[in-house]
């Protein structure tokens, strides 16, 4: 497995306003996501974070609204932009660790209220 | 395109007793499978995976979970529930690229 950081832990914020999310893992992973479970909910996969190239946005997500950064093999950002109450959620960053890896490691989660 | 079914949206279960959560799944292809925990305020933690082989798999925590392909099943289960158990579980199937789609979630619920 993976040990995975991300930051802030939790924010709140002001509608209008942005917010960059940190997703650090502690060693080289091929592949990182970015999910949203929003109140209540199950996790919805926003994008495909790719090291060195524009990410892969899911249905219904777009690079204006949740722009993403993957500059190495162990970081990633997102953003949420110009947020709005509906924005609230759980945003969770996970990993594959490696080539011959089947399982997603999560972490910690950020919980965002936009007020 | 792949999708799991979680019928319950809560179990409740008494604390000794044996638990099952129920996940049902559709796929294209041989499925992999995986169940994970969220406890309150944390992010998911992965519990037990099928990909291939026994089609009982064994996990973490004393959890284990059956693979049913006939029903297409993949029920996770306890054999003597904690409290320490109570906790939001997730079933997901792996779709293409290594996404994971997830099922609608199970509270469990353990009383003492």
């Known amino acids: 497995s993976a040990v995975i950081s991300q930051k802030p832990s939790r924010d709140i914020c002001q509608r209008g306003t942005s917010l960059t999310i940190q997703c650090q893992v502690d060693?080289?992973?091929?592949?990182m996501f970015w999910y949203r479970q929003q109140p209540g909910q199950s996790l919805t996969l926003i994008a495909t974070?790719?090291?060195?190239?524009?990410?892969?946005?899911e249905s219904g997500f777009v690079i204006d609204k949740f722009p993403i950064s993957r500059p190495n093999l162990t970081f990633s950002t997102l953003t949420v932009s110009n947020m709005s109450p509906e924005d609230s959620s759980i945003y969770l960053c996970?990993?594959?660790?490696?080539?011959?890896?089947?399982?997603?490691?999560f972490g910690p989660g950020t919980r965002l209220t936009v007020l | 395109a792949q999708s799991v079914a979680q019928p319950e949206d809560q179990v409740n279960v008494a604390e000794g007793n044996p638990l099952t959560v129920k996940c049902t799944y559709s796929?294209?292809?041989?499925?992999?499978l995986f169940w994970y925990v969220q406890y309150p305020n944390r992010g998911l933690q992965f519990l037990l995976k099928?990909?291939?082989?026994?089609?009982l798999v064994k996990g973490s925590y004393g959890f284990e979970a059956e693979f049913n392909k006939s029903q297409t099943s993949f029920h996770l289960k306890k054999p003597s529930a904690l409290v320490s158990d109570s906790a939001l579980y997730f079933c997901?199937?792996?779709?293409?690229?290594?996404?994971?789609?997830f099922g609608t979630g199970t509270r469990l619920l353990v009383s003492p």
């Open positions: 796929v294209s292809g041989n499925p992999y």
């Open positions: 974070a790719n090291q060195g190239s524009e990410a892969t946005y």
């Open positions: 997901a199937v792996k779709g293409g690229f290594q996404k994971l789609v």
């Open positions: 996970s990993v594959v660790p490696g080539l011959g890896s089947d399982t997603q490691y």
């Open positions: 060693s080289q992973v091929t592949m």
């Open positions: 099928y990909i291939t082989g026994d089609n």
